[in-house]
């Protein structure tokens, strides 16, 4: 299916372990992006990337890793998970930063015990 | 103090009411301004993007952005049943720099039938 795709769809995990998250992107964007999605924050960027091999930091990158080895994949792994990363992850993707139109998976419900 | 503020609602409204949505900022740097809207537990979908000041209609949708007051609305007339969801409003500050791509909370709006 065309489109951007996350999974898993819901996750219970436990403090200390290790998670990843997957976000595929099928249109060839240049741009991907994860956020997280928490009641009274609305959406704040985790990291993001430029393209293939470049990613960069966003408004709260901490406990978190990212790769982006080929253009349509994009993992966020919680490296040691914590209950303060219990939240709603979504990966979006777009082909121009800042103005463009960023499209959104339909996230990642993530639980952390 | 956020950079983008929004009332979370909720907002309820009878079928067929004209629905007004509100964000204010702080940085006037903010060029690019979009509304998006999300189902629940679904991923946000872009609804309406302008540039600068102005207004921007597409059917029953109506953006409007006021620099001066550092000020932007959603108008949505005949309101009806399936508008039911929370809407984002989202602003940048330049094409290429993405990381100031700042999301409201969001606005919770129900349409009563």
């Known amino acids: 299916d065309a489109g951007i795709t996350q999974s898993p769809r819901y996750k219970i995990t436990e403090t200390g372990r290790q998670v990843t998250l997957m976000c595929h992107q099928t249109?060839?964007?240049?741009?991907m992006f994860w956020y997280r999605q928490d009641l009274g924050h609305g959406l704040r960027l985790i990291y993001y990337?430029?393209?293939?091999?470049?990613?960069d930091k966003g408004e709260v990158p901490d406990g978190y890793v990212v790769s982006r080895s080929k253009t349509e994949n994009f993992p966020l792994t919680l490296e040691s998970a914590t209950r303060s990363q219990t939240s709603v992850y979504f990966c979006?993707?777009?082909?121009?930063?800042?103005?463009?139109?960023?499209?959104f998976g339909p996230g990642t419900r993530l639980t952390v015990l | 103090q956020k950079e983008v503020e929004q009332d979370p609602g909720p907002l309820s409204v009878p079928e067929g009411a004209i629905v007004s949505l509100n964000c204010t900022y702080s940085?006037?740097?903010?060029?690019?301004f979009m509304w998006y809207r999300q189902y629940s537990r679904k991923g946000p979908e872009l609804l309406m993007y302008t540039y600068s000041s102005g207004n921007k209609e597409d059917g029953r949708f109506t953006a409007q952005v006021d620099k001066s007051s550092k000020y932007i609305s959603l108008f949505i007339r005949d309101s009806q049943p399936s508008d039911s969801a929370t809407y984002l409003c989202a602003m940048s500050a330049s094409s290429y720099n993405f990381n100031k791509f700042y999301f409201g909370s969001g606005t919770k709006l129900n349409v009563k039938p």
């Open positions: 249109w060839s964007h240049s741009y």
């Open positions: 990337s430029a393209a293939a091999d470049i990613t």
């Open positions: 979006a993707s777009s082909e121009i930063t800042g103005g463009g139109e960023q499209f």
């Open positions: 940085n006037s740097a903010f060029q690019y």
